[in-house]
């Protein structure tokens, strides 16, 4: 167990709908980091947040947003669902923020099927 | 061109067999390696970690840099069918930004 908590495990849904993946980060660490997972693109980074700041943007497409709140739980918001949307979405955490190591805490992930 | 490119295989090996898993790699910034592993229907675990060029070596587990051919591998020694899983090379220019390969999938037949 890694200590990183993501809900909801599994979730269906239709085009157009507007879904929120939830990320409870491991004690302690400030940083905060979503992953999409897809078989044809791999482990693609998406954001980052360091204590309720975003520090890092990657490949996030304009229909999805983030936020990480005081208590360092972090949402991701994915709107107008297109099929293509169908990952794996992965949390991960770690104590460091900008100039960090790399080490991070993966969640289980939160499988989205878009239909 | 993807900054990291990894062989996303799938690599079949006997027990016991020595394996060698290879990334590279185009942003010369990158200072940070990182070999994760991930099992089915998991997210990915850290397996070994490098800084700069150079060996590391955990039990059955060596990770090499080469930052001049900008190439990094992991090897594993004596592989058991515990070992079959997908192995993520990542690294990081240390920005906090982790950039992963596309996994190559590893089976070890008993």
């Known amino acids: 167990d890694s200590g990183v908590t993501q809900t909801p495990k599994h979730l269906i849904t239709a085009t157009g709908q507007r879904v929120t993946l939830r990320c409870s980060p491991r004690?302690?660490?400030?940083?905060v980091y979503w992953y999409q997972q897809s078989l044809d693109q791999g482990l693609q980074f998406l954001i980052q947040?360091?204590?309720?700041?975003?520090?890092a943007k990657g490949n996030i497409l304009e229909r999805f947003s983030a936020q990480q709140f005081p208590d360092l739980h972090s949402e991701l918001n994915l709107s107008s669902l297109e099929l293509g949307d169908s990952a794996l979405y992965f949390c991960?955490?770690?104590?460091?923020?900008?100039?960090?190591?790399?080490?991070?805490?993966f969640g289980e992930g939160s499988r989205l099927t878009v239909l | 061109q993807k900054e990291v490119e990894q062989d996303p295989g799938p690599l079949s090996v006997p027990e016991g067999a020595i394996v060698s898993l290879n990334c590279t790699y185009s942003?010369?910034?990158?200072?940070?390696f990182m070999w994760y592993r991930q099992y089915s229907r998991k997210g990915p675990e850290l397996l070994m970690y490098?800084?700069?060029?150079g060996n590391k070596e955990d039990g059955r587990f060596t990770a090499q840099v080469d930052k001049s051919s900008k190439y990094i591998s992991l090897f594993i020694r004596d592989s058991q069918p515990s070992d079959s899983a997908t192995y993520l090379c990542?690294?990081?220019?240390?920005?906090?930004?982790?950039?992963f390969g596309q996994g190559t999938t590893l089976q070890v037949k008993p």
């Open positions: 991960a955490s770690s104590v460091a923020g900008a100039g960090g190591t790399g080490e991070l805490f």
């Open positions: 004690s302690g660490d400030l940083s």
């Open positions: 947040y360091y204590n309720g700041e975003e520090r």
């Open positions: 942003n010369s910034a990158f200072q940070y």
């Open positions: 490098t800084y700069s060029s």
């Open positions: 990542a690294m990081s220019a240390g920005t906090g930004k982790l950039i």
